[in-house]
């Protein structure tokens, strides 16, 4: 389990470099509560590459500006594969995968993935068509209330 709180906040991952993080056959939960935060990955490093395998990840997130998963202003390569993944992010310009800038890169590969965001943004990740791949599984979202059993991603 992992927690982090204050203005500018990384659970697990790093707050100003580049961010590697693998979760492999493992259980984790990580909550965040923060003005500027990236839960699993880095805030303003320039890149996050995250890597879950046969694990269970559970991530609660609310602040201000932020993504659960992921590069907050850098890129972000993110794969989930065989395993279940629920995110939560809950904020004024709150992501689950992925920052606000530079490039995200999203696969999902025979997961059982949840993702629940609460943001006038209306969207789970800024990532582009050609890089979100998925691939068997199961994929619920719920944004803003509407259930939807795809990814929602919109450039803003």
């Given amino acids: ?91 004024n310009q709150a992501l689950i995968i992925g920052g606000r800038e530079g490039r995200s890169k999203l696969n999902i590969t025979n997961a059982d993935v949840t993702m629940k965001v609460d943001s006038p943004d209306g969207t789970c990740t800024l990532a582009s068509d050609e890089d979100i791949t998925l691939s068997g599984g199961n994929i619920k979202v719920t944004l803003n209330g509407e259930k939807y059993g795809r990814v929602i991603n919109r450039i803003i």
């Fill in 1 to 91: 389990e992992a927690r982090a709180a204050g203005a500018s906040n990384v659970a697990v991952g790093s707050l100003n470099g580049k961010a590697k993080v693998s979760v492999k056959q493992a259980s984790l939960r990580c909550y965040g509560y923060s003005q500027k935060l990236s839960v699993l990955g880095t805030v303003n490093g320039d890149r996050a590459d995250i890597s879950i395998y046969n694990a269970s990840v559970n991530i609660h997130a609310n602040g201000e500006l932020l993504t659960a998963c992921g590069s907050l202003m850098g890129d972000s390569d993110v794969r989930i594969e065989g395993c279940t993944y629920s995110a939560e992010s809950d904020g």
